[in-house]
Nanobody, 118 residues
Framework: VQLQASGGGLVQPGGSLRLSCVPSERNARIISMGWYRQAPGKERELVTTITSVGTTKYSDSVKGRFTISRDKDKDTVYLQMNSLKPEDTAVYYC?????????????WGQGTLVTVSS
């Protein structure tokens, strides 16, 4: 499975962006999708995930500002980011976890850069 992420860019503090992540193929074995981010000089960290049944999880740093959603018809995951702060600047990576009944496999997208700056 290849993941195509898009929607990054430059935005002013307080602004909004929406990221999208589309898998290269429909895959019923995908049990969750989500977003991670990596800021310069820092480790990659979890931002948010959504399971195949719609259960969501957010890091404390984005709760109340970011919203993850999934369009099952398009098999696309979105990340709506509002009230962006300079500390949200990072490369955002789409992630998908697939379970084939025996093992869990993880897939990563290529990353999309989000820069929050005035």
């Amino acid at each position: 499975v290849q993941l195509q992420a898009s929607g990054g860019g430059l935005v002013q503090p307080g602004g909004s962006l929406r990221l999208s992540c589309v898998p290269s193929e429909r895959n019923a074995r995908i049990i969750s999708m989500g977003w991670y981010r990596q800021a310069p000089g820092k480790e990659r960290e979890l931002v948010t995930t959504i399971t195949s049944v719609g259960t969501t999880k957010y890091s404390d740093s984005v709760k109340g500002r970011f919203t993850i959603s999934r369009d099952k018809d398009k098999d696309t995951v979105y990340l709506q980011m509002n009230s962006l702060k300079p500390e949200d600047t990072a490369v955002y990576y789409c992630n998908a976890k697939e379970f084939d009944g025996f093992r869990l496999k993880t897939y990563w997208g290529q990353g999309t850069l989000v820069t929050v700056s005035s």
